[in-house]
T-cell receptor
Framework: GAVVSQHPSRVICKSGTSVKIECRSL??????MFWYRQFPKQSLMLMAT?????????EQGVEKDKFLINHASLTLSTLTVTSAHPEDSSFYIC????????????FGPGTRLTVT | LAKTTQPISMDSYEGQEVNITCSHN???????ITWYQQFPSQGPRFIIQ???TKVTNEVASLFIPADRKSSTLSLPRVSLSDTAVYYC???????????FGTGTRLQVFP
């Protein structure tokens, strides 16, 4: 299957700082990328959908000014957590889709964010 | 978006067949059913997808009755490495968003 990478795999930052997480589709062009957040022992929660060259669509309850998403190319989407707080500590996972159908949606390995 | 319901957890022993059933009573005509596997601190991994009847691949089978209101993921002869959380999702062909439910935490014992 296709490969999606995330960088960094884990990051620790201080409260009030911003952190950028990259999601890359390595061997295919991703017209759409999704960002999820997962707290311990919980399911994945969809945060936003980003389409290349357009603004991201955020799910209800997700602050778009806090979680900045940029999908500038067909292989890269970034999620920036601005002014991070300890409650933002979570596992952030991206997925990328090249076409219609769930079997064409591939997930990255995730990024563990810890805000101290 | 169709909501899915599946058991929170299941236990099994190595070598047994495991069947995890998912209910999706409000599935729409164009929706498809997909199962993902997730290990701790990893992203979900695609297992199998189907629309109706039976689908089989090298790792699992997916059984979908005619009314499509439920589906069953069948894992033959599980091993310890199959201990994971299994998510049943119903695809939204309008938005293509995948909404994850609670998942089923499968524990395989030796």
């Amino acid at each position: 299957g296709a490969v999606v990478s995330q960088h960094p795999s884990r990051v620790i930052c201080k409260s009030g700082t911003s952190v950028k997480i990259e999601c890359r589709s390595l061997d295919f062009q991703a017209t759409t990328m999704f960002w999820y957040r997962q707290f311990p022992k919980q399911s994945l929660m969809l945060m936003a959908t980003s389409n290349e060259g357009s603004k991201a669509t955020y799910e209800q309850g997700v602050e778009k000014d806090k979680f900045l998403i940029n999908h500038a190319s067909l292989t890269l989407s970034t999620l920036t957590v601005t002014s991070a707080h300890p409650e933002d500590s979570s596992f952030y996972i991206c997925s990328a889709r090249s076409g219609r159908g769930a079997d064409e949606q591939y997930f990255g390995p995730g990024t563990r964010l810890t805000v101290t | 978006l169709a909501k899915t319901t599946q058991p929170i957890s299941m236990d099994s022993y190595e070598g047994q067949e495991v069947n995890i059933t998912c209910s999706h009573n409000n599935i729409a005509t164009n929706d498809y059913i997909t199962w993902y596997q997730q290990f701790p601190s990893q992203g979900p991994r695609f297992i199998i997808q189907g629309y109706k009847t039976k689908v089989t691949n090298e790792v699992a089978s997916l059984f979908i009755p005619a009314d499509r209101k439920s589906s069953t993921l069948s894992l033959p002869r599980v091993s310890l490495s199959d201990t994971a959380v299994y998510y049943c999702l119903v695809g939204d062909r309008v938005t293509d968003k995948l909404i994850f439910g609670t998942g089923t935490r499968l524990q395989v014992f030796p």
